[in-house]
């Protein structure tokens, strides 16, 4: 890891950002200017989300996580995209970010105008039978959990979001969850849980993406992410190995940080809107 002040590395993180395309990969960290929490982060509470095994081990984890998931989307779907985020966009719309993978479900990205975005662990506002694969929008699903469970939310104003939707809820007795509409299957939102693979698809389209950047002219930039999950650290991996240029723009410490990259503790929104900006300004 290139060590620095940090003034030091943040002029040379912009300073090489103007002259190079890059390729995006972004972490919780990127949202938590928009009121969504991250599970990392510096101050970040421990925290236990549900993986896939516990899901689909029968209807009370099901009935859990919904009853504290149903809660958790009634506060993420008023979230809005932060300048981070409009950043990011305009600088896709220049030519500057050639593609953009996220590992956010919260789809602000997608909200902020950027459009060659490879949602890497899905979207929240999508949900999946588990029988038929029949999706469908967590709109329509939010209404019929709402009607099936009267004054749930009232009951449950105070509770706190979690970065994946979740909330902070121990009692969920009694919490009624539908069946597809289609099948009567049982319903999941359309995201990667922990201990579910990645689908093959969205892994090669990213490896491609990564492939395609030629060290001597182009970079992947990290952005509000530890890494300390493999689906988004072995992008950063495979870049390093190529010889292709890293920065890290983040608070706190990341699984990279002992590989080959230039390492910024700051905040993304700071250093987009700087990069959107001012690095704009001295590429033209």
């Keep these: 890891m290139t060590l620095s002040p940090a003034p030091t590395a943040l002029a040379e993180a912009l300073d090489l950002l103007a002259e190079r395309p890059f390729v995006a990969l972004t972490g919780a960290g990127m949202s938590t200017d928009s009121g969504i929490p991250d599970y990392r982060g510096p101050n970040s509470p421990a925290r236990m989300p549900m993986t896939y095994g516990d899901f689909v081990s029968g209807p009370d984890a099901q009935q859990r996580y919904w009853a504290r998931s149903h809660l958790g989307w ?29 590992q956010n479900v919260d789809g602000l990205h997608e909200a902020a105008g950027s459009r060659a975005v490879c949602a890497l662990h899905g979207r929240i506002a999508d949900v999946v039978c588990l029988a038929c694969r029949r999706r469908t929008s967590r ?41 597809c509409e289609a099948c ?8 990667v849980f922990f201990g579910e693979n990645v689908p093959k698809s969205r892994v090669e389209r990213c490896y491609a ?10 970079a992947l930039l990290v952005l509000g992410s530890s890494l300390t999950v493999m689906s988004g650290f072995r992008f950063v991996r495979h870049a390093v190995k190529r010889a292709v240029p890293v920065v890290v723009v983040t608070r706190g410490p990341t699984r990279a940080d002992d590989l080959d990259i230039l390492k910024v503790q700051h905040g993304t929104t700071e250093f987009l809107t700087e990069l959107s900006g001012g690095g704009v300004a001295r590429a033209t």
């Design 74 to 102: 009634s506060r993420m779907k008023r979230a809005e995209p932060n300048d981070g985020h409009r950043a990011l966009a305009a600088l896709e719309g220049t030519g500057r970010m050639t593609m953009l993978i996220t």
């Design 139 to 179: 709109a329509s699903l939010h209404r019929r959990l709402t009607e099936a469970n009267p004054g749930w939310d009232d009951r449950h104003a105070a509770v706190e979001v979690r970065p994946d939707g979740d909330v902070e809820l121990d009692e969920t007795a009694g919490f009624v969850v539908p069946g």
């Design 184 to 191: 009567g299957g049982v319903l999941k939102p359309d995201v």
């Design 209 to 218: 993406a990564v492939d395609a950047l030629d060290p001597d002219r182009d």
